[in-house]
């Protein structure tokens, strides 16, 4: 059964950094594209972050541009969503998903969820 296991939540204080970190398990996911989505309270699940499965090319909402760094590391199976500079606006649940075929940022086309860890970010 595959899974994606998220890691690395948690409550910071804005300005502040936090690194997720997301774990496939039950399949090797080098060559897939992965993503990170999030959900704020009352809102949509939207795009984060994405990155190609050689890491090459990279999506990025203009909202975290600058702030979040998305990296892989396909030796280790992992994925990572490293933020700086936190915003109370960053709040939500963030989701690792990954892309079986092509590349994009449409949620839809995503074929595996992680369950989602919590970010907080005080003010």
């Known amino acids: 059964q595959v899974q994606l296991v998220e890691s690395g939540g948690g409550l910071v204080q804005a300005g502040g950094s936090l690194r997720l970190s997301c774990a496939p398990s039950?399949?090797?996911?080098?060559?897939?594209?992965m993503g990170w989505f999030r959900q704020a309270p009352g809102k949509e699940r939207e795009i984060v972050a994405a990155s190609s499965w050689s890491g090459g090319t990279t999506y990025y909402a203009d909202s975290v541009k600058g702030r979040f760094t998305i990296s892989r590391d396909n030796a280790k199976n992992t994925v990572y969503l490293q933020m700086n500079s936190l915003k109370p606006e960053d709040t939500a649940v963030y989701y690792c998903a990954a892309r079986l075929r092509g590349w994009g940022a449409r949620q839809s086309e995503y074929d595996y969820w992680g369950q989602g860890t919590q970010v907080t970010v005080s003010s």
């Open positions: 039950g399949r090797t996911f080098s060559s897939y594209t």
